[in-house]
Structures are given as structure tokens and as C-alpha cells.
């Protein structure tokens, strides 16, 4: 079965730290991975996704198909970092694709 | 571009009671998805729409709750009749056609069931 699983609930570090969100997949396919992250009061939105190999506001995730991880690191938090991140997968079906979400991080970064 | 709209923003009703929800896509999107999203918890796909069909709806409660996609345009989700454990956010959200593509959300609808 398909999955996603953040093994932390809340993840809080200081501003300048550096800050690894985990992710974890359970998928047969060839996975593709998304981060999507919502700030206070705003929508959730889009980060980045494996399929582009782009850095966006200093995070960056690396697949790991040996240890089914997408994690998602930024070597100095800031304090604009503080929202709710979450892992998302892609999932292919026969005539349709969907997206499976994890159960979400909470990252606060402390000034 | 104009982003997803959704209306109610908020929603208090009690058990036993219905509750639409309503959805507008960015224009030209083709796929439109519903989420539910229990505190703690990361967005559960309700039902996926392609242009004005079904294509997943295998984790919507269809006993009580109905989705439909007018024209392949506009969507509504309604809950008939909610019970406690339907308090949630709805979330609706939308991308073109193709693989890997970004969602778009909108700014979800709080439910609050008494």
C-alpha cells in the first residue's frame, strides 16, 4: 500500500540552525516526491518537487530510494521557516495519477 | 491568475444537520480534488475529479456525503447528515492535466459539528 509517514509531530530549532525534516514513502513505482509547507493563515502551497532538483528558499530534499526517504534540509533555519511542512507522493494509477499526503511537521524556529 | 476560491470559509452546524460546500477551480484547470483535514492530521483525499468525472472517490463516506463538478467547472461537496467526527477543514484543490503537476489550494472551508 501507499503511504507516507513524518515521524515528527513538531520540530523546533533555533534561527541559524540547521533543520531535517523527515519523510519516509512505502511505494512500489518509481516514487516522486513533493514537499508542501503552510505558513500562518496562509494556503498550503507548493515547495518543491524531487522531479525538478531545485533548491527553493534554501531547502532542498534528496530521494533515497534505498531507504525510502525524501527528506528536507536548509542548513540555517529562519524564522520565517516556522509553518507546517508536508510530505506528499505521487502515485500513479492505470488512467488516472493521485497524490498521497503525510500526516504533516511542525517546524518552529526559535528567534 | 486567480486562485481557488471556496465559500464558507467557516461552518458550524449541528449532528444530523447538511452542509454544502462550494469549490471554483482556476480556470482551464482539469483536475479538482476535495480534502478532508482532521486536526493533526495531513489532508485525506475525499474525491479526485477529471474535467466533470469521478475518478476516485474510494475513501468519500458515500452514505452521507455527495460530490458533484457542474460542467467540469465549479464543484460542491455536501454532507448529509454530518455527524461529530465530520469536524474538519475541506480543502479544494485544483491542477492542470499531467503528470507531477503542482496543486493549487484553496483557503479551505472549517466545519464545526455540534
Known amino acids: 500500500a501507499q503511504r507516507v509517514t513524518q515521524p515528527e509531530k513538531l520540530l523546533s530549532v533555533f534561527k541559524g540552525a540547521p533543520v531535517e525534516l523527515k519523510c519516509n514513502y512505502s511505494y512500489s513505482g518509481s516514487p516522486e516526491l513533493f514537499w508542501y509547507v503552510q505558513y500562518s493563515r496562509q494556503r498550503l502551497q507548493l515547495l518543491l518537487r524531487?522531479?525538478s532538483r531545485e533548491s527553493i528558499k534554501g531547502f532542498t530534499a534528496d530521494l533515497n530510494k534505498g531507504e525510502t526517504s525524501f527528506h528536507l534540509k536548509k542548513p540555517f533555519a529562519q524564522e520565517e521557516d516556522s509553518a507546517m511542512y508536508y510530505c506528499?507522493?505521487?502515485?500513479?494509477?492505470?488512467?488516472?495519477?493521485?497524490?498521497?499526503f503525510g500526516p504533516g511537521t511542525s517546524l518552529s524556529v526559535i528567534p | 491568475e486567480a486562485g481557488v476560491a471556496q465559500s464558507p470559509r467557516y461552518k458550524i452546524i449541528e449532528k444530523r444537520q447538511s452542509v454544502a460546500f462550494w469549490c471554483n477551480p482556476i480556470?482551464?484547470?482539469?483536475?479538482l480534488y476535495w480534502y478532508q483535514q482532521i486536526l493533526g492530521q495531513g489532508p485525506k483525499l475525499l474525491i479526485q475529479f477529471q474535467n466533470n468525472g469521478v475518478v476516485d472517490d474510494s475513501q468519500l463516506p458515500k452514505d452521507r456525503f455527495s460530490a458533484e463538478r457542474l460542467k467540469g467547472v465549479d464543484s460542491t461537496l455536501k454532507i448529509q447528515p454530518a455527524k461529530l467526527e465530520d469536524s474538519a477543514v475541506y480543502l479544494c484543490?485544483?491542477?492542470?492535466?499531467?503528470?507531477?503537476?503542482?496543486?493549487?489550494f484553496g483557503p479551505g472551508t472549517r466545519l464545526t459539528v455540534l
Open positions: 524531487h522531479i
Open positions: 506528499a507522493l505521487w502515485v500513479m494509477k492505470t488512467s488516472y495519477d493521485k497524490v498521497i
Open positions: 480556470s482551464g484547470h482539469a483536475t
Open positions: 484543490a485544483s491542477s492542470p492535466r499531467g503528470a507531477y503537476n503542482e496543486q493549487f
